[in-house]
């Protein structure tokens, strides 16, 4: 009984021991791979560094030389990288997301120049609303397409309905078919960048299914498309 009872706790003791070898092991990789999220992490924000250094250098040398376009998309640039690598952005304001839009259509602006007209109107009393990060970002890289070939035209206005903010992108672009506007909105995920559906899954994960995406011809009897969502005009986290 006793050589049983030795063995059942040595074979117990093992079995211990197994367990805690394989906890150490598992919480050996864990650090580790922490250290190289924790390492990736400050390599980034060290290239980030010197990257706005340069950019300062740039605009510094744009406004000696009194390059005054040139400082104007340099300071563009450096406010969009800013706000898009910022790693802890989920929910930003529409004032947020209007102030990186105007950066990124001026930039566009500046590089086709006359072939592309903006506007944004959208009172400042509604840019403290709520909005997913990046929610514009594929609707207007989907109405800028073309841009080079033909005059293009974006308005973007707001205003309120009941208790949301009723947000509307319109576009003279007469080039996307009403197929290709629906294959964007619920089109299969791509990895690659941000789509159409991205931005409705964002606004229906964040405020609730009736706030998703919605693009089809403009309801003004203008030729062009039109994308439009809502956000609600009170909002806690």
Not at 55 to 81: C, S
Not at 110 to 124: D, H, K, Q, T
Not at 191 to 217: C, I
């Amino acid at each position: 009984i006793q050589d049983h009872y030795n063995r059942t706790m040595a074979q117990e003791l093992e079995g211990k021991d197994k367990e805690l070898a394989e906890a150490r092991a598992v919480r050996s990789d864990l650090e580790f791979s922490i250290q190289k999220q924790e390492l990736s992490s400050f390599q980034q924000q060290e290239s980030f560094r010197y990257f706005f250094f340069v950019m300062n250098v740039i605009t510094r040398l744009a406004f000696q030389e009194k390059a005054v376009k040139t400082e104007a998309v340099a300071y563009d640039f450096a406010d969009i990288m800013r706000y898009t690598t910022d790693p802890d952005h989920k929910i930003s304001t529409l004032g947020e997301e209007l102030s990186y839009i105007g950066a990124l259509l001026r930039i566009q602006q500046a590089w086709i120049g006359e072939g592309l007209e903006y506007s944004i109107s959208v009172p400042e009393r509604y840019w403290g609303a709520s909005c997913p990060f990046m929610a514009f970002q594929p609707v207007i890289e989907m109405l800028l397409q073309g841009c080079e070939a033909e005059l293009r035209k974006i308005d973007i206005f707001a205003e309120e309905e009941g208790e949301d903010l009723l947000v509307q992108v319109l576009s003279n672009n007469e080039t996307l078919t009403m197929e290709e506007l629906e294959n964007q909105t619920s089109g299969p995920f791509e990895k690659e960048h941000f789509s159409l559906r991205d931005t409705d899954r964002s606004l229906k994960r964040t405020f609730g299914k009736r706030y998703g995406l919605t693009a089809g011809p403009r309801k003004d009897g203008r030729p062009g498309c039109a994308v439009w969502f809502k956000l609600p005009l009170k909002w806690e986290k």
